[in-house]
């Protein structure tokens, strides 16, 4: 019962700040969507609007930093609340980040033409699914504060991971094949990774929110473990 | 889960509140009523009206003054106005959510929570519905810019779903306001059906036809006269023709299932009874691989939520495709485990092989449409690769999932966990 405040102007702040949060999030979740279906429909336009939507998240993130520090120079608040604040600040910073790797695949999408197999794209979209379903029920668990449920957060990781893997092995594959795909396969795999990062960066948000919500830290059960770093294709492939 | 216990919750205690003000509510229709059918009358009446209201003020001084200043108070106070709204929004069959100026859930009825996962009521609308266009309604509607907007909001996750949102100001003065959601997902769905329908079946009938056309060309021109050849062209024509169809069925079966992603409420089905009947149908498919199914679960009936023809699908396709890739492992298991997933009490339905295994860079991707690990391979079983896909899709339908395990060289075990009620 810590959070009964005497002023209510301080409730309305700190609500301003998880509000601000939630549209920084719903914006970053769509950027990566967008994103993502221009560069499966190679949408040149879309990928344009991409590329200027960031501007938004980056606004939001500096918006959340100076009110978070006018709140704590002001306020002085303690525990549950400070942590929020600092929480925020971690929170909006994360989003910009996932704005950022959007942004970046975006930006990818010119130089794909399109004559990819179809099913590294599809491909690509499911690992892009996963990535942003856990960045939805992270966000989700931000409204609700219902912590227990990010243990299925943690599960999608594994997942995210194993399908990055696998689509590595195919990029690489086709590369070997035919050297006029290095180019725009180095391009998708660089797509594939940035996504395979905001998968990352959902994570740390779940983190944080463990955090403002119970006081400690998530315990660290992490085996960090994409496996590309292993990967090694069987034998060599014969040359055309 | 919870959710919807709080939403009973909510209704248990407003069925309290509702007993308590019952009276008010009687005194407020019958004075309502009285006034109604007064003010509907004509002049003349108004002024009888008048009379009788000095002669009644004359009578019951006290009284009279203090009745409307407390029917007055009931209706504001008692929440009549909210009692109805929850009637009303129980009505709907819209998703419908109630809130007030900070945007905080007010009322959601049953539809809203079976739709949105996580609401509760003192949840903040605009922490739960984020994208920016949600956001934009919210602001306007709560900065009385408009009384009433709408939007079309679309979710992409966990199934894609399309709503014409609008939200609008709830009477005058009462600092609440309505959002209702209108489906429209399935018109959205039929739209991008089409497309993907078109796009897949081309792409994937192209190679059988394209084998058909040659053949055909080949037995009009070199191999008219030649019985032999002739044989063998028609046997390999109706393979591919016998494919083709089957392509087609699962393409529309899986459209079919796209189309509706919800499964219909209170349809159980018996596990046991089930499983049982796939293995029978696939019995002939077994013993012509030389594999043994072994059955390892009890005869009791298991009964759960589902629809009986769907998941027959998805063990037939499971169980079909242990015989068939499995094959060389002689025999395959299918046990039923009641299993916890997660906090969510189950069974757990496995069915392995002993065959090759599915190489670990390909597990996560089989479920993909087309996608085929060993495309020869699959080919010579008659195979689409939509088999795993239409797993995946019904399952998500009967909010259970598929887990796959294998090592390479000792086998593959797939296994379906399916929550109890
Ligand atoms: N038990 C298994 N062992 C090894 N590989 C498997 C097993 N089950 C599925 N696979 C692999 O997964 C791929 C996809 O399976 P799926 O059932 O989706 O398609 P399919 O069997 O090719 O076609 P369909 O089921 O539509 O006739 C298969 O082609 C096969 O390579
Ligand atoms: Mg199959």
Redesign the interface.
Known sequence: MQSVHIASAYDEEL?FL??RI??M???A??MV?QAVAALVNVDHGLAQKVIQDDLVLDEGQREIDDKAIIIIARRQPMATDLREIVGAIRISADIERVGDLGKNVAKRVASVDGRQP??LF??IE?LA?LA??QL?EV??V???R?VERI??VRDRDD?ID??Y??LF?ELLTYMMEDPRNITPCTHLLFCAKNIERIGDHATNIAETIYYIVTGDQMPADRPKGD?TDK?VLPGPVPAK | MAETGAGQDNKGRALAGRLARNRWLLGAGVLAVLAVYFFAGSSAYVLLLALAALAAAAMLPADAERQPADVGAAIEASGLQRLSGEYLAAAVADPLIIFDHSATIVHANAAAFAAFGGLAPGMSLSLKFRAPEMQALLDGILAGEVASDAVDYTEKLPVERTYRVSASTVGHATGLYVLVFKDQSETRRIDRMRADFIANASHELRTPLASIAGFIETLRGPARNDPAARDQFLQIMQNQTGRMARLIDDLLSLSRLEMKPYLGPGTEVDLRQTIDSVIDSLGPLASENGVVIEREFANAPLVVPGDRDELFQVFENLLENACKYGQSGGRVTVSVAGGEDGQQPGFDVTIRDYGPGIAEEHIPRITERFYRVDVENSRAQKGTGLGLSIVKHILTRHNARLSIKSEVGKGAAFTVHLPAR
């Open positions: 609500k998880s509000k939630a549209a999030g719903g914006h979740e769509r969507e179809n099913s599809r491909g499911a699914n942003l379903t939805k966000l989700d931000y409204a609700s219902s243990g299925l997942q194993a399908m893997t696998s092995r496996k990967v």
